[in-house]
Nanobody
């Protein structure tokens, strides 16, 4: 069974940076477009960044220019570099394929941007 494990979240001040990692136990990363999603209480989970098998990236307007998604197929890992973080980036971040698959949701990694 494929598992996705997110890590790298934490508490950071506004303007700071974090790098999230998503490690897969199977080949899901190498055969699918992958994405980073985030969710805050009371809101639907939203896709903030995606990368195709060929490396084409796409970003939500709210994070464009600040976040960078990348993939390392040899390590079955997807990354999200988050710079110039804002309090509104506070959320639990998840990775999944694009489009998402219900059985692949992991525990996520919480990110809190606060002074």
């Amino acid at each position: 069974q494929v598992q996705l494990v997110e890590s790298g979240g934490g508490l950071v001040q506004p303007g700071g940076s974090l790098r999230l990692s998503c490690a897969a136990s199977g080949s899901i990363i190498t055969i699918n477009a992958m994405g980073w999603y985030r969710q805050t209480p009371g809101k639907q989970r939203e896709l903030v960044a995606s990368v195709t098998r060929g490396g084409v990236t796409n970003y939500a307007d709210s994070v464009k220019g600040r976040f960078t998604i990348s993939r390392e197929n040899a390590k079955n890992t997807v990354y999200l570099q988050m710079d110039s973080l804002k309090p509104e980036d506070t959320a639990v971040y998840y990775c999944n394929r694009v489009p998402s698959g219900a059985r692949y949701w992991g525990q996520g990694t919480p990110v809190t941007v606060s002074s």
